[in-house]
Every structure is written in structure tokens, then in C-alpha cells.
């Protein structure tokens, strides 16, 4: 993790095998699919998040292999819910955007409140980041009307986010 405890594009990959293995147990090779698929049609390619293995997840503990299926032990559901609950730094890079979407793809994994507890600092995030837009609009709305009208659409995009999450998702 960064020094303020958001997740490493590593452990990106780590959530999406522990949220996978979650939902059912799966084959080595389709849990493998599964993963570089999402990151791809996420964020695009990259070997960086490709770079750490699946197999790790058994050496820790986190999963066991039966019948060449992988399952996720008790130790696995513990730190999925971990990865769960990390902070979301500003979802301005590949990488935040990348676990901002997984956080979003397994918060089911999680317990009503606990999920109710992430959507909240989800849209805090979210506020942080339309905060700092916002500045940035103040300060440029005279000079740049490309760049204005630009961060007018994003800041409407994060708007909408923001009352959504808020509220439930509804």
C-alpha cells in the first residue's frame, strides 16, 4: 500500500483474484483470463498490473487448490475485505480508476454496512476530486473556454456520481 493506505496497482490484480475466487472457485488459467480481461478492458493493457502471481495467493494462505480448482480460504474473504475497504486516492490515474471499478465490481462481497461505509468514502473521494476541478475551473473559466467547457462535462459526470453513491445507487 501507499503511505496513505490506498492500494498499489499490485494489489489491484490482488483484489480482482480474491473477488473472483469470492464469487466461485475457479480454474488457475480462467481465474488468469478473467483478471487480465477486466484490467484490460478497464485501463488497457499492462504488464505492470500482470506482474504478480496468482500462485502467491496460495503460499499466503489466501486460497487453496482442490481438483485444480483455486478457492478462497477464511484467510482470503478477510483480506478481500481489506482490499475493500482501503481509501481511493483521486481517480485521476489508470491505476485508481482500475481499483475504484474493482472496489465497484465486488462491493457486494461485503456485509450491507460495511457496503453502505464504502459507497459513502467512495463518494467522498469523488467530492475531493470534483473539489479540486472545481478550483481548477475558477481559476481558468475566463482565460480557457475549451478547458472550462471541458471540466463543465466532468464536473456534471461527477456530480451525478456523487448523489448516486449518496444515495444508495438509485
Not at 480454474?27 to 502467491?56: H, N, Q
Not at 482470503?76 to 475485505?81: D, I, K, N, P, R
Not at 470534483?130 to 471541458?150: G, Q
Request: net charge neutral; proline share 4%; aromatic share 4%.
Amino acid at each position: 500500500m501507499f503511505k496513505d493506505q490506498t492500494l498499489l496497482p499490485v494489489e489491484a490484480v490482488r483484489l480482482a483474484a480474491l473477488g473472483l475466487l469470492a464469487e466461485r472457485p475457479r480454474k488457475y488459467a480462467d481465474l488468469a483470463t478473467e483478471i487480465r480481461s477486466f484490467i484490460g478492458l478497464a485501463v488497457g493493457p499492462s504488464l505492470d498490473l500482470m506482474g504478480s502471481s496468482i500462485e502467491l495467493l496460495r503460499y499466503e494462505g489466501l486460497a487453496t487448490a482442490q481438483d485444480e480448482m483455486l478457492s478462497l480460504t477464511a484467510s482470503g474473504q478477510t483480506a478481500l475485505a481489506v482490499l475493500l475497504k482501503t481509501p481511493l486516492r483521486a481517480p485521476n490515474t489508470d491505476a485508481s480508476r482500475l481499483v475504484l471499478l474493482l472496489k465497484l465490481r465486488f462491493l457486494h462481497c461485503l456485509d450491507p454496512r460495511q457496503q453502505a461505509e464504502q459507497r459513502e468514502r467512495i463518494a467522498d473521494s469523488l467530492a475531493a476530486e470534483r473539489d479540486r476541478l472545481d478550483e481548477l475551473r475558477r481559476l481558468h473559466a475566463d482565460t480557457a473556454p475549451a478547458l472550462r467547457d471541458w471540466l463543465d462535462r466532468d464536473l456534471a459526470d461527477l456530480n451525478d456520481r456523487i448523489e448516486k453513491f449518496r444515495h444508495g445507487g438509485k
